[in-house]
């Protein structure tokens, strides 16, 4: 728990230093903050997205071992906004590979498959009665590198196992066009573990051999996503889920990003995402951290 509140004090932190005219703003700032309602109709946008590494050695003295890597991402939106309905929906994908040598098999570097669907009904000018859908899980095999080849604690995880569903209802504010915060107290939140043999051993919260696990609670959702500086972005989501029937153990899901855009088809991207409270396969600590550096090749479209 010291890792994590260390890890969101950093993050707040570099959130106020990147841009200190933010205490003061100026009238740009304030127009741009004004909550008028967006009635744009339908919006549809998306990008897919190659990151390459590469490094090579060869009688260093530091020592190391050659690696390649690549990333690919897909994010696709669409959005329908009126005077008092909106309906966003977004979609993100992402799947990594890293051959370290001498070993020629490939091993996971990232794999997720994300969908969130959010519907608001207006309330006040910057207000929305809010029904949110999340569901999260993953493509292929996930494994435990530190086990030998056919231990039976090598798998750590697979399609469908986990798979997280949540769906909240709750209003939502929204003080500027960039910002939200939704607060949920009708929340429902769901665990799937679809491996037979991942389902024996427990993992991921649910009973030993069982399949589901379903739970009660409120839930706070907080998004930001604007420029801090000319053509850098900052993007951050934080998912806190109350479940009531332990209401002092939350579940956070905590994403971060910070995009560089070099060109139109070239950026640098940064991102740190955590993960707490969640049981992991072969481990008893809930934190879970991530961490990405990257220049990559993007196509918007």
């Known amino acids: 728990m010291k890792q994590f509140l260390f890890f969101a004090v950093a993050t707040l932190f570099g959130f106020a230093a990147a841009k200190p005219a933010l205490a003061q703003p100026s009238a740009a700032d304030l127009r741009a903050a004004k909550p008028l309602r967006d009635t744009t109709g339908w919006t549809v946008k998306g990008n897919f997205g190659i990151n390459f590494t590469s490094i090579g050695l060869s009688n260093w003295s ?4 050659n690696a390649t890597s690549i990333l690919g991402l897909l994010n696709f939106t669409a959005n329908y906004h009126s005077q008092t309905f909106s ?3 977004a979609v993100e994908l992402g799947y990594g ?3 370290v040598s001498p070993d020629p098999n490939a091993r996971k570097s990232d794999d997720r498959i994300i969908i969130i669907s959010k519907t608001g009904l207006a309330a006040t000018e910057n207000v929305n009665w809010t029904g949110l ?15 030998p080849v056919g231990s039976d604690m090598r798998k750590l995880s697979t399609i469908f196992a986990p798979a997280f569903l949540t769906l909240a209802l709750g209003a939502e504010w929204e003080p500027a066009k960039y910002m939200s915060v939704l607060v949920a107290p009708i929340t429902g939140r769901i665990v799937v573990v679809g491996d037979p043999e991942l389902s024996q051993r427990g993992s991921f919260g649910v009973a030993p051999g069982q399949s589901v696990l379903a739970e009660f609670g409120g839930l706070v959702n907080f998004q930001l996503k604007r420029d801090i500086w000319e ?3 900052l993007a951050t989501r934080l998912n806190v889920f109350f479940p009531y029937r332990n209401f002092t153990a939350p579940i956070v899901n905590w994403e971060n990003i910070i995009i560089l855009k070099v060109n139109k088809f070239l950026n640098v991207s940064l991102a740190g995402d955590l993960i707490y409270g ?5 481990s008893t600590n809930l ?3 991530r961490g990405v550096a990257a220049i990559g090749f993007v196509l918007p479209f």
């Open 278 to 282: 969640v049981p992991v396969t072969n």
């Open 133 to 147: 859908l999340d569901f999260r899980t993953q493509f292929t095999l996930g494994e435990d590198y530190t086990k």
């Open 231 to 233: 053509n850098v972005n």
């Open 87 to 89: 309906c966003d929906n």
């Open 97 to 99: 590979l890293t051959w």
């Open 287 to 289: 934190l879970q951290l």
């Open 62 to 65: 530091g020592g190391g071992n």
